[in-house]
């Protein structure tokens, strides 16, 4: 913990999106904060704060209203209902909120919210405290999306259209988010304007912080603070216990929606060295049964005999597994969740085949896992251009040439071709050797040795509120 006027304790509220991609970082994020001496009161809406069940003590627990109370999300049934009722209710709530915290003794100095709250920064700045953008996306997304704010990229995307952005490779139509080719549907253009709206009042904010590593992407992450000047990249924000372990006993976000079964952690224990193949699609989107099929027969018909795999199927999925599909073999498990970052530490596992969320990406580049990408929806194409392209730390399995756009399979015998290149070729030792390389440059980067950027740049942050704190009189 730095050396500060401790009794000059500054108070964040840290507002985050009620989705597990989005309240993990923020979560974490909240922890280091903590570790620097800072208040933080963590608060999402009323439903979601259900799930926060091993959030620190040090860690203040509020909730703000999203105008779905029971429910949530699935009380609304759409995003144009729940982000319509959400947008009119929130912003009244999270100023309720600071006025009942101020009345309690515990005023609020900063709001810390996730990007896709603009409306929070205008809340902020009613109450005359300091208001941070949080991002939980790649930056290279978030660019994109600024890009569309901006009108320089017009949607939906013609087909074959290549996309040029300041400090970005060229991108493909297949290399964009979901959102941009989709946007004619009513539900993808209520959630494509959430993500632009992200921008809508950007400029005004006192810092703009993003989930990654500067030495990832330096030349977006220049171009980026020339734009905004107090831009940060303050990431990878997981547990401290796979990272610097700055944080004592820090193993776990705080927040899931699932039980993990802990019993895959001793069968990984009885496995060799890199032997085994961990396939996870998330918390979120649903693989349809005609993938899930293909998926489960290429892990069943890998002719590898030192090859295994543990793979997460969510239980609401279970059902779209092949009745010829064992959830336990001599070659496999299935398990309905797990720690994903234990997994992923574990000396067994020897690649990642995973729909490219941002946090499944940034543990699996801190971690030193290879990945074999197959990205679904929303952010993940972006991310798996980077996973491939320009970070070289995985393979992209390619969909088959004839299924139509609405399709989109990755077909068995492409899959197996991809796990035997990771796990028996040169490429892909290659590949392996590129990703303990990142792994040591993300370690670096948090560490207190060696100027690690993102280290650097959360106690410019944390310093900053102090010092704004003591100014007040």
């Known amino acids: 913990m730095a050396e500060k006027n401790m009794h000059i304790k500054p108070h964040c509220l840290v507002l985050s999106y009620p989705g597990q991609g989005h309240i993990n970082p923020m979560i974490q994020f909240s922890k280091l904060l903590v570790h620097e001496g800072v208040k933080v009161t963590l608060s999402t809406t009323h439903s979601y704060s259900k799930n926060l069940q091993n959030v620190p003590p040090s860690i203040s627990i509020e909730s703000i209203s999203d105008g779905f109370d029971n429910g949530g999300f699935e009380e609304a049934g759409s995003y144009k209902a729940y982000l319509g009722l959400f947008w009119q209710v929130g912003p009244q709530t999270l100023c309720d909120l600071v006025e009942k915290l101020a009345k309690l003794g515990y005023p609020v100095d900063c709001i810390i919210y996730d990007s896709m709250f603009p409306w929070a920064l205008d809340v902020a700045k009613k109450f005359g405290v300091v208001g941070v953008s949080y991002f939980t996306q790649h930056m290279a997304v978030n660019s994109i999306y600024y890009h569309v704010h901006l009108g320089k990229i017009m949607v939906p995307l013609i087909e074959n259209e290549i996309i040029s952005l300041p400090s970005m490779p060229e991108l493909q139509v297949c ?159 299935i398990v309905t969740w797990c720690s994903q970052l234990k997994v992923l530490a574990h000396e067994a596992v020897g690649c990642f085949v995973t729909h490219c969320g941002w946090n499944s990406t940034l543990e699996s580049l801190s971690l030193g896992v290879p990945i074999i990408a197959i990205p679904q929806w929303s952010d993940q194409a972006t991310n798996a251009k980077y996973i491939v392209d320009v970070w070289k730390v995985g393979i992209r399995a390619p969909f088959h040439d004839d299924d139509d756009d609405e399709k989109k399979i990755v077909r068995r015998e492409a899959l197996k071709c991809c796990i035997k290149e990771m796990m028996e070729s040169e490429k892909g030792k290659e590949i392996k050797k590129n990703a303990i390389e990142l792994k040591d440059l993300v370690r670096r980067a948090v560490s207190d040795d060696g100027n690690g950027s993102s280290r650097e740049n959360v106690m410019e942050f944390v310093n900053a509120l102090f010092a704004s704190k003591s100014c007040k009189p």
């Not at 976000?253 to 961990?278: H, I, Q, R």
């Not at 293909?294 to 199927?313: D, G, M, P, S, T």
């Not at 064992?326 to 496999?332: L, Y």
């Open 175 to 333: 290399d964009m988010p979901s959102f941009c080719l989709t946007c004619d549907q009513d539900e993808d253009l209520v959630v494509l304007h959430m993500l632009v709206g992200q921008f809508s009042n950007i400029d005004k904010a006192d810092w703009v912080l993003c989930n990654s590593v500067y030495e990832l992407d330096k030349e977006i992450a220049d171009w980026t603070t020339k734009i905004w000047p107090k831009f940060r990249s303050i990431g990878p924000n997981i547990p401290s216990a796979f990272l610097d372990k700055r944080v004592k006993d820090d193993e776990e976000y705080g927040a899931t929606l699932f039980k993990c079964d802990e019993e895959c952690m001793k069968w990984l224990d009885n496995k060799p060295k890199g032997s085994v193949v961990y396939v996870s699609f998330g918390s979120y989107f649903p693989l349809n049964e005609e993938q899930m099929r293909e998926i489960a027969f290429a892990l069943r018909e890998i002719n590898n005999k030192n090859c295994n795999f543990l793979w997460v199927v969510r239980a609401t999925e279970e059902t779209k597994l092949p009745k010829e599909i064992e959830k336990e073999s001599e070659k496999g498990l």
